[in-house]
């Protein structure tokens, strides 16, 4: 009797977790075509770095509109989740989510000079309010910085093409976000590394904006008479 019963509890863990496997892969496969489309968004916002700025709104712009074409599947990924079950496959999108903020983010920088709240973010995604879907703080933190890490490169290859007011933008872009991070508590270890990140980054688009300031090709900022 022991023996029979033994085998029943143990086959039963063993058929929950097989279900479990299953759903993580389908959920994965389901997660899919997302990632081509926030690929086809940052190939898009790659061409900043080497066109005009002349075209940069445009190029910002395109991106935002091909990531509309994830939000039929998100509906189809959220259908998956058992309710009230979402942290436990979070993981599975969380990367999804990162990639879709640090696009989103760069463009709306490009297009607003401003940096993109995290509920309009999940709008722009696709992620509506009653959705089993939830970008949650780490992932739009963690996005946001994936963001900054650009803005270097981009301010580099904007003093190429002969834009000297890109570059003064983004470091105070980037100084901004880089003093709102220093007074958060970041208790996430993946998260407090990405922000040791953002110390270089300001520097790297300091040095920019310091070399343009000693070739007189841009002025130096007014003196704080107060």
Same mark, same amino acid.
């Given at each position: 009797?022991?023996?029979?019963?033994?085998?029943?509890?143990?086959?039963?863990?063993?058929?929950?977790?097989?279900?479990?496997?299953?759903?993580?892969?389908?959920?994965?496969?389901?997660?899919?075509?997302?990632?081509?489309?926030? @690929? $086809?968004?940052?190939?898009?916002?790659?061409?900043?770095?080497?066109?005009?700025?002349?075209?940069?709104?445009?190029?910002? $712009?395109?991106?935002?509109?091909?990531?509309?074409? =994830?939000?039929?599947?998100?509906?189809?990924?959220?259908?998956?989740?058992? =309710?009230?079950?979402?942290?436990?496959?979070?993981?599975?999108?969380? %990367?999804?989510?990162?990639?879709?903020?640090?696009?989103?983010?760069?463009?709306?920088?490009?297009?607003?000079?401003?940096?993109?709240?995290?509920?309009?973010?999940?709008?722009?995604?696709?992620?509506?309010?009653?959705?089993?879907?939830?970008?949650?703080?780490?992932?739009?933190? $963690?996005?946001?910085?994936?963001?900054?890490?650009?803005?270097?490169?981009?301010?580099?290859?904007?003093?190429?093409? $002969?834009?000297?007011?890109?570059?003064?933008?983004?470091?105070?872009?980037?100084?901004?976000?880089?003093?709102?991070?220093?007074?958060?508590?970041?208790? %996430?270890?993946?998260? @407090? @590394?990405?922000?040791?990140?953002?110390?270089?980054?300001?520097?790297?688009?300091?040095?920019?904006?310091? !070399?343009?300031?000693?070739?007189?090709?841009?002025?130096?900022?007014?003196? !704080?008479?107060?």
């Amino acid at each position: 009797m022991a023996d029979n019963s033994v085998e029943k509890t143990l086959t039963d863990v063993i058929a929950l977790l097989e279900n479990e496997q299953g759903l993580k892969k389908t959920i994965k496969e389901a997660v899919d075509p997302i990632e081509d489309v926030v @690929r $086809q968004a940052t190939a898009e916002l790659n061409k900043l770095h080497s066109s005009p700025s002349s075209q940069h709104a445009a190029i910002a $712009q395109k991106a935002l509109t091909s990531i509309t074409h =994830a939000h039929p599947h998100w509906a189809a990924v959220a259908a998956l989740i058992p =309710a009230g079950e979402f942290y436990r496959y979070q993981y599975l999108v969380s %990367n999804t989510f990162k990639a879709f903020v640090t696009s989103i983010a760069l463009a709306r920088f490009i297009l607003h000079d401003e940096l993109v709240p995290a509920f309009t973010a999940a709008t722009l995604m696709g992620l509506t309010e009653d959705s089993a879907l939830h970008l949650g703080a780490d992932d739009y933190l $963690q996005g946001v910085i994936g963001m900054v890490n650009e803005l270097p490169r981009l301010s580099i290859n904007s003093v190429t093409a $002969q834009n000297f007011e890109l570059p003064v933008k983004i470091a105070a872009f980037v100084g901004d976000i880089f003093a709102s991070y220093s007074i958060l508590n970041l208790r %996430n270890d993946a998260l @407090r @590394r990405k922000f040791d990140s953002l110390k270089y980054d300001l520097k790297r688009c300091e040095d920019v904006v310091y !070399d343009l300031t000693l070739r007189g090709l841009i002025k130096p900022p007014a003196a !704080d008479t107060a």
